[in-house]
């Protein structure tokens, strides 16, 4: 047998290793991804739910999901809509505050359409640790506090921290992070309260998210 022969032979054995092995990771991954999916699933609509309560709606809040597109308020990233008998009872928005101390939050905000905050959670951060971290439901109720608070044109003054002359706590030294949290809240809920309420269809103009 000559070198071309041989060198052949181990050639097509190595391309069907390869090939076997392609084989069983690609059935691997199908048989997973279902799990998986599952699972990621399960998790976003527990997290849905701590900020909009279960009573609330009756459809399937994360197949709502739409791409908030707006150039004046580019913050806002994403919106599902809870609904009651195909009434719509409350937005769940997913947006981001850009003036964190350590650079985004991530934030996941329930209001009903006339301005009441049902629960707010944080997402993603990279505050610190032992101060900006009390933005976390793990490490402080401080969250909390947005919960059954109502925003309106006439209050708006009161969604500041304390320090800016507001309601809202700031941490023992660390202003920064609240107030970024409180200032994004407040965006939100006055987007929801102002233009969502006087046009609420323009939701139908953005796109799914998937």
Known sequence: MNISKITLKYALILGLIALLSTAVLTSVYLLTKSRIDDVTAMQQRKLLEEVVPKTYFDN??????????????????????????????????????????????????????????????????????????????????????????HFSLENESEWNVKKDGGEFDQFTGATITPRAVVNNVRQIAKWVVTDLAQNPQMIDQFKDCK
């Open 60 to 149: 399937d809040v994360l197949s709502s999901c739409k791409i908030i597109h707006l150039e004046s308020l580019p913050h806002l990233n994403h919106i599902y809509l809870a609904k009651k008998s195909e009434k719509r009872t409350a937005y769940l928005i997913q947006s981001t505050a850009p003036d964190g101390y350590s650079g985004n939050i991530v934030l996941l905000v329930g209001i009903e359409p006339n301005g009441n905050v049902l629960g707010v959670r944080t997402i993603e951060h990279k505050e610190t640790p032992g101060l900006g971290d009390k933005i976390e439901t793990r490490v402080s109720d401080w969250i909390l506090s947005f919960t059954n608070k």
